[in-house]
């Protein structure tokens, strides 16, 4: 059974920084493409980062263009986890935030993604 958690979420002034954590089980998490995406009040669920694996050891990171520059992604094989540094936070950035995981990479709508986590709130105050 695969299961996706994530921590790390939290309130947060403008301009402050978050380290989120998914843990993964019961996948094969190294050659999976693992990340996250959001969904703020009212709004439809978008990615937000990702982090695929290429070949042998190299995987590449992709972001959404609003968080290039402030969100950093990276995973640590050996732990199953995955990172989400978040920096320089906006308002805007307020969502809950979900790990994905799906073998098949995460450039799809988001019905389209195998796993899940159960989500976890941020919020950035101004």
């Known amino acids: 059974q695969v299961q996706l958690v994530e921590s790390g979420g939290g309130l947060v002034q403008a301009g402050g920084s978050l380290r989120l954590s998914c843990a993964a089980s019961g996948l094969a998490f190294s050659v999976y493409s693992v990340g996250w995406f959001r969904q703020a009040p009212g709004k439809e669920r978008e990615f937000v980062a990702g982090?695929?694996?290429?070949?042998?050891?190299?995987?590449?990171?992709t972001y959404a263009d609003s968080v290039k520059g402030r969100l950093i992604i990276s995973r640590e094989n050996a732990k199953l986890t995955v990172y989400l540094q978040m920096n320089s936070l906006k308002p805007e950035d307020t969502a809950v935030y979900y790990c994905a995981a799906d073998r098949n990479g995460l450039d799809g709508p988001p019905s389209s993604i195998h796993y899940w986590g159960q989500g976890t709130q941020v919020n950035v105050s101004s």
């Open positions: 982090t695929t694996w290429s070949r042998g050891s190299i995987y590449y990171a």
